[in-house]
């Protein structure tokens, strides 16, 4: 469904939930995993399942944990080689410990 329409430059490899998935160079992780066939990438106690939709950073849809760090927009993200990355899950208000 999604492709690349320019010649990639290096390759390098992210992790999706411990999955290995092959990125390029300067590509932007919402890309990434869209090319890869994920497309949920946070569920919220309300909100439900979502993921990237906008690609510019105004919706929000897209946020992923990035290695320590929750609720980071994928769309704004450029990858990196070794970058660990979780689906979010948003947990505020529920009283869980992990609440984002």
Same mark, same amino acid.
């Given at each position: 469904?999604?492709?690349?329409?320019?010649?990639?430059?290096?390759?390098? %490899?992210?992790?999706?939930?411990d999955?290995?998935l092959?990125?390029?160079? #300067?590509?932007l992780?919402?890309?990434v995993?869209?090319?890869h #066939?994920?497309s949920?990438?946070h569920?919220?106690? %309300?909100? #439900?399942s979502?993921g990237p939709y &906008?690609?510019?950073?105004? &919706?929000?849809?897209c946020?992923?944990?990035v290695?320590?760090?929750?609720?980071i927009?994928? &769309?704004?993200l450029v990858?990196?080689?070794? =970058?660990r =990355?979780?689906r979010?899950l948003?947990?505020?208000?529920? #009283?869980?410990p992990?609440d984002a």
């Amino acid at each position: 469904m999604f492709r690349r329409l320019d010649t990639p430059l290096s390759e390098i %490899t992210i992790f999706w939930e411990d999955r290995p998935l092959t990125a390029y160079q #300067g590509e932007l992780v919402a890309s990434v995993l869209l090319r890869h #066939g994920i497309s949920i990438t946070h569920h919220g106690p %309300t909100t #439900g399942s979502r993921g990237p939709y &906008c690609m510019m950073g105004v &919706c929000f849809d897209c946020l992923v944990d990035v290695d320590n760090r929750k609720a980071i927009q994928s &769309c704004q993200l450029v990858a990196k080689d070794g =970058l660990r =990355l979780n689906r979010h899950l948003n947990l505020a208000g529920t #009283g869980h410990p992990n609440d984002a």
